[in-house]
């Protein structure tokens, strides 16, 4: 069921990795020496970095290496909601291919203005397999009257500080929410209650809390189906589930599903089942998060995410 999630996107972080590990193998000692310096070098620079200019990237190949690397914020851009407030789009990029990161909220992980603080993950898992970096993981809703005004996200790890702005003045970082037109694409509509609203783009949807113990398995549920905006879309629907915050492991029984058309155009939609297991006792949020295909994500479209909360006892 997994297979087909992660061919598409397969090469493309091949020829990374081929492109990082043929390197040394070509230059000489020398040269290499060279690289890394010019590697610890990088590192001060881009904890002064704020945002990108228009046309420039906040990703940087450069930056991997399996353990020991720090985690970079990323401010995807913004987008207009309904009711006339913006949402402010954050994502991640851990440098690390293979370690994984905790940092709590508090004085290493926080947003200001305070107001906003407390809905970024805790929990930063590596580079993921078949694409670049995490996309979109939170977003902040800001009022429409926001202005010139910044909500600024800082991640501090090793002696290092890394902070990123979301701001809404420039038209350079408007993103499309939930609909692409250009690719006649638009988000999956996620609902986490059988009987909910459903909900579209980065933004998503939160419910819960829903009750679990420790070392015991808890059944969680979503429904994905798609709005009909675009009725030649058959493309099935993928769901991927994540450790959002929390203080313990979480384990899950199925971490990755694929909905085909005939699943996901039934009444009321699908319903993609997981089995959670949570390692210790505490408060949780799993995010699950429903897309397309992997490549859609560099157009910063087309996802929904959903957010459970989970309240874990003895």
């Known amino acids: 069921m997994t ?14 990795t081929r492109r990082l590990a043929l ?12 690289l890394s310096a010019s590697l610890e070098a990088q590192l001060p620079r881009a904890s002064q970095q704020r945002v990108a200019e228009p046309g420039e990237t906040q990703f940087n190949l450069d930056f991997l290496r399996p353990s020991g690397g720090p985690v970079i914020p990323i401010f995807e851009g913004w987008y207009r909601l309904p009711d006339g407030s913006y949402a402010l789009s954050f994502g991640y990029f851990n440098v690390n291919t293979e370690e994984i990161l905790d940092i709590p909220l508090g004085e ?18 590596p580079v993921p ?18 202005g010139d005004g910044d909500v600024v996200w800082s991640l501090r790890h090793d002696g290092r500080t890394y902070s990123v702005p979301g701001r809404i003045r420039s038209p350079h970082y408007q993103i499309n929410g939930w609909v692409f037109p250009g690719r006649e694409s638009s988000s999956p509509v996620l609902r986490l209650e059988r009987d909910g609203t459903g909900a579209q783009g980065p933004a998503g949807i939160s419910a819960g809390p829903v009750s679990a113990k420790a070392g015991e398995p808890v059944r969680l549920v979503a429904w994905a189906q798609r709005d009909g905006v675009f009725p030649d879309d058959l493309r099935p629907i993928h769901l991927r589930w994540f450790k959002h915050r929390g203080p313990g492991r979480v384990t899950f029984g199925e971490p990755e599903a694929e909905v085909p058309h005939e699943a996901w155009s039934a009444e009321g939609g699908a319903a993609v089942i997981t089995d959670a297991t949570f390692s210790e ?9 429903a897309y397309n295909r992997i490549p859609e994500f560099e157009f910063q479209c087309c996802w929904t995410n959903g957010y459970l909360h989970v309240e874990v006892g003895r």
Do not use: K
Request: proline residues 7%; hydrophobic residues 45%; contains cysteine.
């Open 3 to 16: 297979a087909a999630l992660v061919a598409g996107g397969g090469r493309r972080i091949g020829r990374w």
């Open 23 to 34: 390197a040394p193998a070509l230059a000489v000692s020398a040269a290499a020496a060279c």
């Open 108 to 125: 290493d992980n926080f947003l200001e203005p305070s107001v906003y603080d407390g809905v970024q993950p805790t929990h930063f898992l």
């Open 129 to 146: 397999e078949g694409d670049r970096r995490h996309w979109g993981v939170f977003t902040v809703t800001v009022p429409s009257d926001f």
């Open 281 to 289: 006792p505490g408060s949780y949020v799993v995010r699950v998060l």
